[in-house]
């Protein structure tokens, strides 16, 4: 499975992106892999965003919780990323994931992964 991100961008607080991932999928099907969102801030620890299961259940970090919605797009094998009410802390790289493990959190339960895209809030 390979991933690509795309969407980032300069955005002020209050504002709004949205973020995609395209994959490009052999020797399985999109609708059976488990995705998330995942971001890493300067100097700190990346960390998990948002995730959703091959059967479309979503699940968040509680620092975004209410303000992200993650969906998914069997058809076109994307899942997306809508930021809303964006902080600064939100300003990171955020990846896209691939993941067999059921309700993955942890980055090691991930097995496909995406290269970054940039987001920056501005206060």
């Known amino acids: 499975v390979q991933l690509q991100a795309s969407g980032g961008g300069l955005m002020q607080a209050g504002g709004s992106l949205r973020l995609s991932c395209a994959a490009s999928?052999?020797?399985?099907?999109?609708?059976?892999?488990?995705m998330g969102w995942f971001r890493q801030a300067p100097g700190k620890e990346c960390e998990f965003v948002a995730g959703?299961?091959?059967?479309?259940?979503?699940y968040y970090a509680n620092s975004v919780k209410g303000r992200f919605t993650i969906s998914r797009d069997n058809a076109k094998d994307t899942v997306d990323l809508q930021m809303d009410s964006l902080k600064p802390e939100d300003t990171a790289v955020y990846f896209c994931?691939?993941?067999?493990?059921?309700?993955?959190?942890?980055?090691?339960?991930?097995?496909?992964w995406g290269q970054g895209t940039q987001v920056t809030v501005s206060s």
């Open positions: 999928v052999s020797g399985l099907s999109f609708n059976t892999v488990n």
């Open positions: 959703i299961t091959w059967t479309a259940r979503t």
């Open positions: 994931a691939g993941a067999r493990e059921y309700l993955a959190r942890r980055i090691n339960d991930y097995d496909y």
